[in-house]
């Protein structure tokens, strides 16, 4: 039995059983009681603050630290930095800043499956030589490392296979879609679409994938509101992927929601909405899986 066969298994086992899975990694005082199938905010005035926005999370695969996006600063100074919450015998520390550069936007983080990598998009509009794109921070020892630019592509993540999934940039007959490619032997293959259905004629955009590449989820849209909502592809068994389905009515908010994310172990889904950041049982997900694949 191959590894992506026995992850797909682990992943099938895990969304089809979540009224009986493992307890929470989360039992800490700002995650409060795990949600059912209606979301809920994650750490209300601790993660989530009134009248500040956050959005794009990611986790270690421990599920030791939580890594997401704040904004900081006031009017034209406002921008996304990154923040981090650690996980101790006394539950999780207050989220803090990232200490990785003050002076520029970072925001769309992921970590890869193994723990090794941290991606995140970074910005620095009042420097004209500054080469935006993914940067990525390797792991060193109970840290990180100083980021250095990875590649341009937008909203990275990786699967357990080291496939990396991004957005494509603007196009002639489409506006963004959801594309993968590889690293190897230091260098980046072709990006190519995903084979299949799952990007449509919207936006599609803020990939999230299972550690097995089971399935995708990404924000599709606008809707009829204006804003994006959180659609999830299944991986056939002939490696193409599925039609984008839209998560139940549970997920949709005045302005729809995006960013998934998943969390380890893939008990949970969290997005952003409203301004903040939601989490949700990942029986959300599940109840789309098509029977016999």
């Known amino acids: 039995m191959t590894r992506?066969?026995?992850s797909a298994m682990l992943a099938a086992a895990l969304l089809g059983a979540a009224a009986c899975s493992a307890p929470s990694p989360f039992p800490d005082f700002f995650f409060g009681d795990p949600p059912g199938t209606v979301p809920v905010k994650v750490g209300p005035g601790i993660v989530s603050l009134e009248g500040v926005g956050e959005m794009g999370c990611t986790f270690t695969p421990d599920a030791s630290e939580f890594w997401?996006?704040?904004?900081?600063?006031?009017?034209?100074?406002?921008?996304?930095?990154l923040f981090v919450s650690r996980r101790g015998p006394e539950g999780w520390s207050v989220p803090e800043a990232a200490p990785f550069d003050v002076d520029a936007r970072e925001f769309e983080p992921s970590i890869s499956p193994d723990g090794e990598r941290f991606f995140f998009y970074r910005q620095k509009p009042s420097d004209p030589d500054f080469r935006e794109g993914t940067w990525v921070a390797e792991r060193t020892g109970d840290g990180w490392g100083q980021p250095r630019f990875f590649h341009e592509a937008y909203s990275v993540v990786q699967d357990l296979d080291g496939v990396l999934y991004f957005n494509t940039e603007h196009r002639e007959h489409?506006?963004?879609?959801?594309?993968m490619?590889?690293?190897?032997d230091g260098a980046f293959t072709e990006a190519e679409d995903l084979p299949g259905d799952a990007n449509g004629a919207l936006f599609d955009a803020h990939p999230a994938v299972a550690p097995d590449g089971s399935f995708i989820l990404f924000d599709s849209g606008p809707n009829v509101l204006g804003g994006p909502e959180i659609h999830v592809s299944f991986r056939r068994?002939?490696?193409?992927?599925?039609p984008a389905q839209r998560l139940g009515e549970e997920l949709r908010f005045e302005w729809g929601g995006n960013q998934p994310c998943l969390a380890p172990g893939g008990d949970y889904l969290l997005f952003h909405a409203d301004g903040d950041l939601w989490w949700v049982s990942a029986e959300v997900i599940s109840r789309w899986r098509p029977s016999g694949d």
Request: aromatic residues 10%; hydrophobic residues 25%; charged residues 35%.
């Open 174 to 179: 489409s506006s963004r879609d959801i594309a």
């Open 237 to 242: 068994s002939n490696g193409t992927w599925g």
């Open 68 to 81: 997401f996006v704040r904004s900081v600063g006031d009017g034209d100074e406002e921008r996304p930095g």
């Open 4 to 6: 992506r066969n026995l």
């Open 181 to 184: 490619m590889r690293f190897e």
